[in-house]
């Protein structure tokens, strides 16, 4: 589960990194709207790090909810056997 303070911390370490991000973080919209598709994604304390530092290593671009997910933020694993095929009867997990 995701809480308000570690989404906090990680939107100042995004500021920092990204200093003409631009982001209205004094907007409440703005932040309750980023803080939901969070919580959609099923993000956690540790997959929101993971993926903001991935992010901060890796790409030169502002962060956007995009860029995020290709750090892996809130992307399914699917089980397979051992044959390779997705097994579909198995539960969906989140990775992190």
């Known amino acids: 589960m995701l809480t308000k303070d570690a989404f906090k911390d990680s939107v100042q370490k995004l500021i920092i990194f990204y200093p003409s991000w631009g982001i209205k973080t004094d907007d409440k919209t703005t932040m309750q709207t980023w803080f939901n598709m969070m ?7 540790e997959s929101l790090c993971k993926a903001v ?8 671009f502002n962060p956007t909810i995009a860029t995020l997910i290709e750090c892996g933020l809130g992307k399914r694993i699917e089980k397979t056997d051992t044959t390779g095929f997705i097994d579909l ?7 992190e």
Not at 89 to 95: C, G, L
């Open 53 to 60: 530092t991935k992010h901060i290593k890796e790409v030169k």
């Open 89 to 95: 009867d198995a539960e969906r997990t989140y990775y």
């Open 39 to 45: 919580k959609v994604l099923n993000v956690t304390d």
